[in-house]
């Protein structure tokens, strides 16, 4: 294939990366606890962690687990938000051998059934915030042994406990649960289950580049997410690849171990994790923020220190803007300001160059392809409306409905070959079938035109996906849930602009009793699905535009 977009690299940007460097994800994150031992890895509400006590604990966590008699590549969930637990449980399952499943800890009790049993997850690692969720389905998955985490367990003994408490009985943040113990089930405190693995050592796992070490659950056409199957070598060659993109932005730096990387999208979604992965690369350091939508807060922690990389969403970037208090921020040391997740406006891009002095650059990816596929130079001074160019290692090709590929300038699928493309969907042989094209290309389902420079416009969707605030929803999912409910004969899904959201999801309702309200719909959508996930406007409808067939048009609804 002719690469023409190489002749657009930054300078000093190598064309390829080696993943056989590394026998597996674990190798590169020890090589980093080794090496970075005395510097710090995260801080959190003022306390920090340095990476050898993450050495420390994941290798302690790790040997807990390993005791459970755990098989080799048994799943293990983690429902946790922006806290230390979550960089500490992450890289304890991997060391272990073992194969993390990330969840959104605001997941409904609908959406975390689903997960568990799909995944075949045995053990849960979870924020006692959320038990409350898991205790009316864990009877129903394959859940054995459930670690429970406070906010305050590795803040230290006396602030961590004085954090616990306010949670707990000041703001109210944990709801009354009673995990049910049947079966032999097991709950263990997350700060327990450290001390019981310091006694123990941590055996080396037997994993290679081929083993999983990720599901990566992203949404499913089919009313249900389906998991992206991420090898060692997937990530790896992610980690690899951002690191060769990125690092030119840093230079001025003079090393890239000093760098403070903010992480306010939440780890468990797959643009926040590789960019995490990436700090642990360089031997950096990153600023977790719990609750990014505490934007006071937030700016408050941005003034405490400097900082160089900021990755967010368009919607992130644009609160930020609102907040009357942003521009007292210090923005010299500002190096990268990373827009991902979803379509960046232009509008908020002109302004955050005004406020901040550094342009946002915009990039594309998926939870298939590890968050990485392509970006638009990091040393860029402007916005390019683009979506970049592919990076190292990574082929982009434009194809028609038969998979040929169409010359610089037509509008196609695009479509994305790469060592940082999943192998395939857990346990889901007929869409990996559908999602790979005969020579090898994932088709992503999104539209899109690549000019003679190698830079790729997305203009539309081939999919029905709607996009909030950087989060992928299916209509198919919406719809089946809202069905449900009583008084809906049908309904159809639709994602329409939003200044704030990039979509907002809109439904048309036919109903089948008059006395059926859009309050009463929206109160059913939040019991049964998650924040971003509910409709921002309800209409009802005598009835919907169809098909011959009695399929749902649902473009005919977007006129």
Known sequence: MNRHWLNSYPEG??????????????????????????????????????????DELSSALGAWLQSLGLEPGARVAIMLPNVPQFAVTMTA??????????VNPLYTARELEHQLKDSG?????????FAETL???????????VVMASMGDLLGFWYGNWITFAV????????AY?????????????????????????????????????????????????????????????????EEW????????????????????????????????????????MTLIPNPRDFGKFIEVLKKRPFHMLPAVNTLFNALLQHPQFKTVDFSSLCVSQAGGMAASEGTARHWAQVTGCAMIEGWGMSE?????????????????????????????????????????????????????????????DENEKAFTHDGFLRTGDIGIMDAQGYTKIIDRKKDMIIVSGFNVFPNELENVISLCPGVIECAAIGIADEKQGEAIKVFVVRGNSTLTEEDVGAYCKQHLTGYKRPKYIEFRDDLPKTNVGKILRRELRT
Not at 135 to 144: D, F, M, N, P
Not at 268 to 284: D, E, K, S
Request: hydrophobic residues 40%; contains cysteine.
């Open 178 to 242: 009673q995990l049910p113990l049947s079966g032999g089930r097991t709950v263990t405190t997350f700060n327990q289950a450290i001390a019981k693995g310091t006694a123990l050592s941590l055996k080396k796992s037997q994993t290679s580049l081929d083993s999983i070490a990720f599901l990566q659950y992203t949404g499913g056409t089919t009313g249900l997410s389906k998991g992206a199957v991420l090898t060692h070598r997937n990530i790896v060659a992610a980690i690899l690849q951002a």
């Open 369 to 429: 392809t590890c968050a990485i596929g392509t970006n638009n130079p990091v040393t860029n001074q402007t916005f390019t409306g683009t979506i970049g160019l592919p990076l190292p290692s990574i082929e982009i090709a434009i194809k028609d409905d038969d998979s040929r590929s169409l010359p610089v300038g037509q509008a196609g699928e695009i479509c994305i070959k790469g060592p940082q493309v999943m192998t395939g969907y857990y346990q889901q042989p």
């Open 13 to 54: 940007v190598a064309h390829d990366i080696d993943t056989e460097q590394f026998r597996s994800l674990d190798q590169l994150l020890e090589q980093s606890f080794k090496k970075n031992a005395a510097r710090p890895f995260s801080v959190c509400m003022d306390r920090w962690m340095s990476y050898g006590q993450l």
């Open 246 to 285: 990125f690092t030119p932005a840093l230079r001025r730096i003079g090393d890239v171990s000093k760098t403070n990387n903010i992480a306010a999208l939440p780890l468990y979604h797959i643009f926040a994790l590789t960019l995490c992965l990436l700090t642990v690369r360089w031997g950096a350091y």
């Open 135 to 145: 205790a009316e389905v864990v009877e129903q998955t394959g859940i054995k042994h």
């Open 93 to 102: 399952v991997l060391r272990a051998g073992y194969t993390c499943v990330n």
């Open 121 to 129: 997850a045995e053990v849960i690692v979870i924020l006692e915030n």
């Open 168 to 175: 707990r009985h000041l703001a109210k943040m944990v709801p």
